[in-house]
């Protein structure tokens, strides 16, 4: 079970930290995604950190912005979302994925079939 958690509105130029929660034992095993989802649009990936080694990965349009992270002792994941824009509204979705790619393999964890769980979203609206 994922839980997402640290949505809000906040003004352009502004940061937010998104939380998630997982109740899996093996936490560690699992490569974590953030993606999100805007009204009409289709999901699309922001951001993972793999389950070995806590390799980034992100999407060209919050490199540099935002910075994923996570805590196996607590099993939880972050999402530091920075400089927000109003383009980065939409439902951000914790994900997870017991796949293991290589690390020349990342493309493939880009997509939303590769993760098995998701959260229940949480609304970020970022206003101009």
């Known amino acids: 079970q994922l839980v997402e958690s640290g949505g809000g509105e906040v003004q352009a130029g502004g940061s937010l930290r998104l939380s998630c929660a997982a109740s899996?034992?093996?936490?560690?095993?699992?490569?974590m995604g953030w993606f999100r989802q805007a009204p009409g649009k289709e999901r699309e990936f922001v951001a993972l950190?793999?389950?070995?080694?806590?390799?980034?990965y992100y999407a060209d349009s919050v490199k540099g912005r935002f910075t994923i992270s996570r805590d196996n002792a607590n099993n939880a994941v972050y999402l530091q979302m920075n400089s927000l824009k109003p383009e980065d509204t939409a439902v951000y979705y914790c994900?997870?994925?017991?796949?293991?790619?290589?690390?020349?393999?990342?493309?493939?964890?880009?997509?939303?079939?590769?993760?098995?769980?998701w959260g229940q979203g949480t609304q970020v609206t970022v206003s101009s």
């Open positions: 994900s997870a994925s017991s796949y293991h790619y290589p690390l020349t393999a990342n493309y493939y964890y880009t997509k939303p079939v590769a993760y098995g769980y």
């Open positions: 899996a034992r093996t936490f560690s095993t699992y490569t």
């Open positions: 950190v793999r389950w070995t080694g806590g390799g980034t």
